[in-house]
């Protein structure tokens, strides 16, 4: 059946760490907007080093959660392709990369930011909560240089697993990547390493402003 007009366009969400598609196809129903495809896609089953090598769904492996960590640059690379070959494919089937808002929580967050600074295409938008820019060091020179690409952040004001200075530390590094007034960072009291719904009429906000039915 051929794309109806009022659909072209599409919110590619990535879980975190351990979880799968599922979790967030389910908590994203309620934001759901007619006019917009979601995708959740699922994360291969790999080591983790921050998790004594277990096992588990992971875009790519994670050795500490500390700004000064060592990180898996192939594996966060490699991540970034794949997402960017589903991107590619929408394209192909009738979704310009600029109706496409790609976001994820925690390393999904983190690969949706990657992701989107590195993209050959300026995509509508980028959805990031509670994560952090991974590979922060190589940016700005390893952006594809699209400056104007609307940044959602945000982040429990008490998350424990990747704390909210991290976030904020990621925020204030964005804007030296993309034209400060397109960053957004929003911190929620008493939230912890999860999302809230008041964050998420935030995330339908952004979407129903950047993806607008037309």
Not at 129 to 135: E, Q, T, V
Request: glycine share 8%.
């Amino acid at each position: 059946m051929p794309r109806t007009k009022s659909r072209i366009s599409l919110v590619i969400f990535l879980h975190g760490l351990g979880d799968t598609g599922h979790g967030w196809a389910d908590s994203l129903t309620g934001i759901r907007l007619p006019h917009v495809k979601f995708i959740c896609p699922h994360a291969p089953k790999i080591p983790v080093t921050l998790n004594m090598r277990s096992l588990m769904p992971a875009w790519f492996d994670l050795m500490g959660l500390s700004p000064d960590a060592p990180e898996d640059e192939a594996g966060i690379k490699k991540a970034a392709e794949n997402i960017k070959a589903i991107i590619e494919h929408e394209a192909r089937n009738g979704i310009p990369p600029h109706r496409i808002i790609i976001g994820g929580f925690s390393q999904g967050g983190a690969l949706s930011l990657y992701t989107a600074l590195t993209c050959q295409h300026q995509l509508a938008g980028v959805v990031a909560l509670s994560c952090w820019l991974p590979l922060h060091k190589s940016f700005p020179s390893a952006s594809s240089g699209h400056k104007n690409i609307p940044i959602l952040q945000c982040h429990g004001e008490i998350d424990m697993m990747v704390p909210v200075q991290f976030g904020a530390m990621t925020a204030e590094k964005l804007k030296h990547i993309v034209n400060p007034q397109m960053v957004t960072f929003k911190a929620y009291p008493g939230v912890q390493h999860s999302s809230c719904n008041e964050e998420m009429l935030a995330v339908r906000e952004f979407i129903e402003k950047y993806l607008p039915q037309i």
